[in-house]
């Protein structure tokens, strides 16, 4: 090894951190070919008593390095997170596995009890999943809480073996008494697809105690989404849902919307992207106003949904005490965006808004229907969301003066509609609704029925093309 590499790493080393347990090299962009160039890094390994968080993520390990830093964690059985993503750039496909069979045989000689493994940005295939098999379904990974396998591609068999091998996880485990809890899983930019995505859902089904789910831009259309709307009603600690650029489709979205019925702990829902809807829109409002009591985010943009269907959603979202943000960018809503775009309310010691002209484009209103109404399982399912009273629940009417209101900004750019809540306190948007359907729109969301959504899905655009900006500006109040 050239004198130069050796005193380039020495200098790349002593930025390492050491500290809580953990020990990082990341980001330190070393090459690790063999033992020799990884001699330092494996030094500070095998001297580090109660190693417990080892960061390699931002570097490149060859097979040898890597043979060699098993070696050195063999002893190291007190070791719990392990950040290993983004760690094979410029490597072989086929020399991931390898590597990742090596490290995961010293974690289960070592007896170590994972709660944490990051393997994300490693783009390893199927086979990389084969690497770390094993491992998942050994006691190591019994105590696993959060497991992160993001942009990995890891494709359909990827997905199927991931499945197999955490419902294997969990059965083992649950036979020794310590079962398998885990809460996050990142799955994201896999192309799992339909079988990927309905393999993975079986073993949530078992595991029941996932709390986030982030499985964004997987090419899962209504089929996958289905299987995961019927495993995620048995997580009901779940509290983030990511399924961004995913393509729900109407019978995708109503399945998720039956499925939300039962989680009563969801703060974050990220349906963007997924071509929901005005349909499917209407259905997640119904469930909007019954539950998801602590809801904080709500992400429904570009879902080619109608204005009529984006304002039942903003209708529905009245009375979330806890509502951060409502994302329905991208929506159709271009026949007043330019009156929508000069609205603004601010208190009196606010000012007056900057001038700004949005560039104008054109939204399509591609709302295309599905053909479940055709069998019946659409009508079953919207009628699962319906609420339980006989009445819509009560929006508070405290009134305040102009001074008191606080700003927001209802657009973001042309044919969209966006509205944050603003952090001062709770922020009460009153009768964002059409004035003609609003009586139509309270009795679905009181009666959901599938006659009632289909009536609605065709008057939808007719009433967004006569809806005015006057009448939106007269009936719009913002509470704090």
């Known amino acids: ?68 830093i098993a070696k050195a964690l063999e002893s190291k059985d007190q070791l719990q997170r392990c950040y290993w993503s983004d760690m094979f750039t410029g490597r072989l496909r086929s020399e991931i596995p390898t ?110 105690s996932l709390e986030e789910i982030h499985m964004p831009q997987n090419g899962i259309n209504y089929a996958g989404v289905m299987a995961l709307a019927s495993a995620i009603r048995h997580n009901p600690e779940l509290r983030v849902l990511n399924f961004n650029d995913n393509t729900f489709t109407k019978r995708g979205t109503l399945a998720m919307a039956q499925a939300l019925r039962h989680l009563r702990n969801i703060q974050v829902i990220n349906f963007g992207d997924c071509l929901v809807r005005s349909e499917g829109a209407i259905a997640l409002a119904a469930v909007l ?14 879902g080619e949904i109608t204005a009529g269907a984006a304002l039942v959603v903003a209708q529905a979202v009245l009375d979330k005490p806890h509502m951060e943000k409502v994302n329905l960018n991208g929506t159709s809503t271009h026949q007043w965006t330019e009156s929508l775009s000069s609205l ?69 750019g042309c044919h969209s509609f966006f509205f944050l809540l603003n952090h001062f306190g709770r922020l009460e948007l009153q009768a964002f609704i059409f004035p003609n359907p609003q009586a139509e729109i309270l009795s679905f969301l009181s009666h959901p029925s599938a006659e009632k959504l289909s009536h609605m899905k065709m008057n939808l655009q007719q009433e967004a093309s006569l809806f005015s900006f006057s009448s939106l500006k007269s009936s719009l109040f913002i509470y704090a």
Do not use: W
Request: hydrophobic share 35%; proline share 3%; net charge negative.
């Open 1 to 68: 090894m050239a004198s130069d590499d050796i005193a380039q790493l020495a200098d790349a080393l002593s930025k390492t951190h050491v500290g809580d347990g953990e020990l990082s090299f990341k980001g330190l962009g070393l090459k690790l070919d063999d033992s020799e160039s990884a001699a330092e890094l494996l030094r500070k390994i095998e001297q580090y008593p109660g190693l417990r968080a080892l960061r390699l993520e931002g570097n490149t390990v060859g097979v040898e390095a890597a043979k060699a």
């Open 99 to 208: 590597a990742l069979m090596c490290l995961s045989g010293a974690l289960m000689s070592a007896g170590a009890r994972l709660t944490e493994l990051d393997l994300s940005d490693n783009a390893f295939g199927p086979d990389g999943v084969k690497g770390i098999e094993q491992l998942l379904k050994s006691p190591s990974c019994h105590t696993l809480r959060e497991l992160r396998l993001n942009n990995c591609g890891m494709g359909i068999g990827g997905g199927k073996i991931l499945a197999e091998a955490l419902i294997e996880c969990h059965k083992k485990s649950t036979a020794v008494g310590s079962t398998l809890r885990l809460k996050v899983l990142v799955a994201g930019r896999n192309r799992l697809e339909n079988d990927g995505a309905s393999a993975l859902a079986k073993a949530f089904q078992l595991m029941g």
């Open 289 to 302: 106003t019954e539950g998801l009591p602590v809801l904080k985010e709500l992400n429904l943009s570009f």
């Open 344 to 412: 603004f309310l601010y208190s009196e010691d606010e000012g007056e808004p900057d001038d700004e002209e949005d560039e104008d484009s054109d939204a399509g209103d591609s709302d295309g229907s599905d053909e479940c109404y055709e069998t019946g399982e659409c009508e079953e399912i919207v009628k699962e969301n319906g609420m339980n009273g006989g009445e819509s629940p009560e929006k508070s009417q405290s009134q305040v003066s102009k001074s008191q209101a606080y700003p927001i900004c209802p657009i973001l």
